[in-house]
Antibody, heavy 117, light 108 residues
Framework: EVQLVQSGAEVKKPGESLKISCKGS????????IGWVRQMPGKGLEWMGI????????RYSPSFQGQVTISADKSISTAYLQWSSLKASDTAMYYC??????????WGQGTLVTVSS | DIQMTQSPSSLSASVGDRVTITCQAS??????LNWYQQKPGKAPKLLIY???NLETGVPSRFSGSGSGTDFTFTISSLQPEDIATYYC??????????FGQGTKLEIK
């Protein structure tokens, strides 16, 4: 069974750093792209970027370029999304997705990030 | 950038009704269009891919159609468990994608 299991909810202060994770199982982790999607409170879905764990090829949406870093460790089948300096506006639910042939066929359960002083 | 205009933004219908949601792309995207369902407090779920293909395990009351710039998502007979927000998603290349604004579906 394909599963993407994300790390737990985080509460951080503005200016702090954060790295959240997404562990894939039940499929060949290095053969599919992993994407990240943001959903701000009460809002819609925003595509942030994508990584191919096989060779770490990474692409960012222009809106998120320079704001976050996407990485992966194929030895442990885990992708990451990280911030060096969080802002209150980063408060959101973040989903990782397995992306294949243009569609996101499996989703993680989401990681809620709350940034508040 | 390709923009997606999804309508309506909200919809109220009765059990058994036929429900239709539309999505319009700002340029031709062929059939590169997917539909997702997001129930409250849950992650989205892929229902339809490549405009009209039903994902495995999805009930046949869900369907999609269209190509080019105009797409339609239909629930043939609304069930109580279909209460959710529905999103279209375009991909003009396999890695680049944007979502519609979403349609919140409620039971009348």
């Amino acid at each position: 069974e394909v599963q993407l299991v994300q790390s737990g909810a985080e509460v951080k202060k503005p200016g702090e750093s954060l790295k959240i994770s997404c562990k894939g199982s039940g499929y060949s982790f290095t053969s599919y792209w992993i994407g990240w999607v943001r959903q701000m409170p009460g809002k819609g879905l925003e595509w942030m970027g994508i990584i191919y764990p096989g060779d770490s090829d990474t692409r960012y949406s222009p809106s998120f370029q320079g704001q976050v870093t996407i990485s992966a460790d194929k030895s442990i089948s885990t992708a990451y999304l990280q911030w060096s300096s969080l802002k209150a506006s980063d408060t959101a639910m973040y989903y990782c997705v397995r992306h294949a042939s243009g569609s996101s066929d499996y989703w993680g359960q989401g990681t809620l990030v709350t940034v508040s002083s | 950038d390709i923009q997606m205009t999804q309508s309506p933004s909200s919809l109220s219908a009765s059990v058994g009704d036929r429900v239709t949601i539309t999505c319009q792309a700002s340029q031709d995207i062929s059939n590169y269009l997917n539909w997702y369902q997001q129930k409250p407090g849950k992650a989205p779920k892929l229902l339809i891919y490549d405009a009209s293909n039903l994902e495995t395990g999805v009930p046949s009351r869900f369907s999609g159609s269209g190509s080019g710039t105009d797409f339609t998502f239909t629930i043939s007979s609304l069930q109580p468990e279909d209460i959710a927000t529905y999103y279209c998603q375009q991909y003009d290349n396999l890695l680049w994608t944007t979502f519609g604004q979403g349609t919140k579906l409620e039971i009348k």
